[in-house]
């Protein structure tokens, strides 16, 4: 009975689940894995073999999975209530959640909205940089515009999708898109300006300065994932470019969007990426590991200055008009003030930088195979990017799924990671033990290694 229930699992998702970011017509060619169960860093699936989570549960997870203390205050908050709206009410997790994170975010930050997802974060980062100059009327008026970098992602809905930049995703969309500004690159591996991070001028910021020094007036906004453009590869950015960008956002009269939806939460080393370099954006989104991985939430967090500019008289209508059904959920926010709490009590931060350096001398094997091109790490998020040819940076067709391939025969070794293209990605729960990274890292380095000879 329990073996047919099982397999009817496999089947019913095979029959009836259209999955995201999937082909399904290969999808349902093969029996797939379904998961049933997880401890810790490990996921068990229905026909109770285990996989080392190596991708954090596509990088939401943090103190790993059914985690006592956060487990215990989810069924503590369903004592009380389950959910109740932020629509003409307050909600007591979300007050004391707003505060917390108002507490650990970059000085300056000081108002909370809610909402689900990252997607629905950066959406509400947008209308609000957006609205925010319509709110101040005048000449400002004309500041419309987005700035967005290449490479960038900020999520699948479509105000996410004007300001991304992954053709792969993206480009189909078009039509449906708003009008944006591109911004320079800093993928130095494949510079677009033809130079070397250990050389360059920094050519790319200068760029930037004269975009906005031309074109400012109509800029709203720029957004950018601070340290780490995790989705379009983990692509890291050279030191001091945050810092930057920043300052010449500030001297044009250009809001600062941070996306920290993968950053945040302690994934780079720091609880956000920013305070690395000391900047405070105007408005800041995170999601993926507040809630520790265990529910959606998300929340666009904003300076005074960007709140102000939406106080008038009620006839005025500068309100923000936007809200979601599920905006500030009691039991999410109940999961992300235990995942804080774990922050503390069990010294997450400082825990997490020797294992930091351990990823990086895996790492360091790992850059030695002859089809590695580029190794990238910021933290606790690492890129390996595989190429036909080191010296030429020549990429594998498409088609060949490189990437796919390594992937799926980690998993034939107990380990569950998910690449970016030819990018094998590997962003573990920061409680992830050394021994786990040690077998994580020996897996994946074997993987290429057998894929790419
Ligand atoms: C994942 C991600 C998003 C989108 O978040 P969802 O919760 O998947 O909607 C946005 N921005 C960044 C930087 C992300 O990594």
């Given at each position: 009975m329990k073996n047919r229930s099982r397999a009817a699992a496999g089947e019913k998702d095979r029959r009836f689940v259209w999955h995201p970011f999937t082909q399904m017509r290969d999808w349902v060619r093969e029996e797939q894995p379904v998961i049933q169960a997880a401890r810790g860093c490990w996921l068990e699936d229905t026909n109770g073999r285990r996989y080392l989570d190596g991708v954090s549960?596509?990088?939401?997870?943090?103190?790993?999975?059914?985690?006592?203390?956060?487990?215990?205050?989810?069924?503590?908050?369903?004592?009380?209530?389950?959910?109740?709206?932020?629509?003409?009410?307050?909600?007591?997790?979300?007050?004391?959640?707003?505060?917390?994170?108002v507490r650990i975010a970059p000085s300056g930050i000081e108002k909370v909205f809610f909402s689900d997802d990252g997607s629905t974060a950066v959406e509400v980062a947008l209308k609000l940089a957006f609205q925010y100059w319509q709110n101040r009327g005048g000449r400002w008026r004309g500041k419309r515009k987005f700035v967005r970098l290449p490479n960038a992602y900020h999520g699948d809905t479509l105000g996410a999708v004007s300001v991304g930049g992954i053709g792969l995703f993206h480009k189909v969309y078009g039509p449906l898109l708003f009008r944006t500004v591109e911004g320079p690159s800093f993928y130095c591996y494949r510079c677009p300006l033809g130079k070397r991070r250990a050389s360059c001028g920094r050519e790319c910021l200068s760029a930037l300065a004269r975009l906005l020094e031309r074109r400012g007036k109509e800029i709203a906004a720029l957004?950018?994932?601070?340290?780490?453009?995790?989705?379009?590869?983990?692509?890291?950015?050279?030191?001091?470019?945050?810092?930057?960008?920043?300052?010449?956002?500030?001297?044009?009269?250009?809001?600062l969007i941070a996306d920290e939806v993968a950053t945040g939460f302690g994934r780079t080393g720091t609880i956000f990426a920013c305070e690395r370099e000391g900047v405070t954006p105007d408005l800041l989104a995170v999601a993926k590991g507040i809630t520790g991985g265990y529910l959606p939430l998300a929340a666009t967090l904003a300076t005074r200055r960007i709140h102000d500019g939406f106080l008038a008289p009620f006839r005025l209508k500068k309100t923000f008009f936007h809200g979601h059904s599920y905006t500030g959920n009691a039991l999410a926010c109940a999961a992300a003030l235990a995942n804080l709490d774990l922050f503390e009590k069990e010294r997450v931060l400082e825990r997490v930088q020797p294992k930091i350096a351990l990823l990086a001398r895996l790492l360091r094997r790992i850059a030695l195979l002859p089809h590695v091109g580029d190794v990238?790490?910021?933290?606790?998020?690492?890129?390996?990017?595989?190429?036909?040819?080191?010296?030429?940076?020549?990429?594998?067709?498409?088609?060949?799924?490189?990437?796919?391939?390594?992937?799926?025969?980690?998993?034939?070794?107990?380990?569950m990671i998910r690449p970016l293209g030819d990018v094998i990605v590997i962003l573990p729960p920061l409680s992830i033990s050394r021994r786990e990274l040690e077998f994580l890292c020996g897996v994946v380095e074997r993987c290429i290694r057998e894929e790419t000879e």
């Open positions: 549960s596509l990088w939401v997870n943090i103190h790993g999975h059914r985690k006592r203390e956060i487990d215990r205050a989810i069924v503590r908050q369903l004592g009380k209530v389950a959910h109740s709206t932020l629509l003409g009410l307050g909600g007591a997790p979300s007050a004391e959640l707003a505060e917390r994170l957004i950018i994932e601070p340290l780490v453009q995790a989705a379009g590869g983990m692509i890291v950015a050279p030191d001091g470019h945050l810092a930057a960008i920043a300052e010449l956002c500030r001297a044009h009269d250009v809001l990238r790490q910021c933290g606790f998020m690492a890129g390996i990017e595989l190429v036909r040819s080191r010296r030429t940076k020549r990429e594998y067709a498409y088609a060949a799924r490189v990437g796919h391939r390594v992937c799926m025969r980690a998993r034939d070794h107990g380990v």
